[in-house]
Every structure is written in C-alpha cells, then in structure tokens.
C-alpha cells in the first residue's frame, strides 16, 4: 500500500515538474510557445472581439426590423424583434463592461495600457498669425 503511494506521488511530481524544465530549456521568452500565445492573443483582439461586436451590432438591427418593419401589423414578430432588442443591448452592456474590467485589471496590475494600438485623433485646426 505505501509503496503505491510512493508510485503515485513521484509520479504526479514528476509529471509536473516536467513543464519547468522545458521552460527552462526554452530560454526567458518560452520560444515558440511565447509567439504562438502571441499570436493568438492578437487574433482573439484583433479579429474574434470585433467579429463578436458586429455580430451583436447586426442582431440588434434586426431586431429592429423585425419590431418597427416586418412586425407592423403582427403582435407575434414584434414581440420577438423586442426580444432580439433587448438581448443584443444586454449582450452588448456586458462584452462593453467585461472590455472595461479587463482594462482595469490590466492597468492596475500589470501597469499595461490595453488598446495602445489605437490610432490618435488628429490635433485641432488652428490659424497662424
């Protein structure tokens, strides 16, 4: 029995302690796992969060036509087009609210700025004397 237990503690340990030494072997940047988490992380930015937005964005339009268009004259479609109404502007409240947590989060503990690639607003027109 104790040499069973013995088994499975050194071979859990072992097993976790396999990541360490391939970071350690794979320098202070994790090689090409860094690029890959990288990479993926400017997809999930760049790519699936304004996918998600215009998604939402194009549910509440349709919401829209279905209650004020196609649902003038029926109870039934209106209703439903105030249900894609209301879900789509609280689908938005939220990914707007989580956007802001993990800004937050990002500042305050990581002293990051997120969203530094976003372009300046052009400075104000002035006359010359």
């Given amino acids: 029995m104790i ?10 340990l072992g097993m976790l302690l396999i990541p360490l030494v391939t970071v350690g072997a794979a320098g202070p940047y ?3 796992v860094d690029d890959l988490f990288t990479r993926f992380g400017g997809f999930i930015e760049n790519v699936l969060i304004p996918l998600i937005f215009a998604f939402a964005l194009l549910v509440f339009v349709w919401g829209m036509f279905r209650f004020f268009v196609w649902g ?3 109870e039934e479609d209106r209703s439903k087009g105030r249900q ?8 938005l409240v939220f990914m707007v609210s989580i956007w802001g947590i993990v800004a937050i989060v990002a500042e305050g503990v990581f002293g990051t700025t997120t969203g530094s690639n976003l372009p300046t607003l052009p400075g ?5 004397p």
């Avoid at 040499?3 to 859990?12: E, L, R």
């Fill in 3 to 12: 040499q069973k237990i013995f088994t499975t503690v050194t071979t859990s």
């Fill in 30 to 32: 994790f090689g090409q």
């Fill in 72 to 74: 003038q004259a029926n």
């Fill in 84 to 91: 894609l109404i209301i879900w789509s502007i609280v689908g």
């Fill in 124 to 128: 104000t027109p002035t006359l010359a």
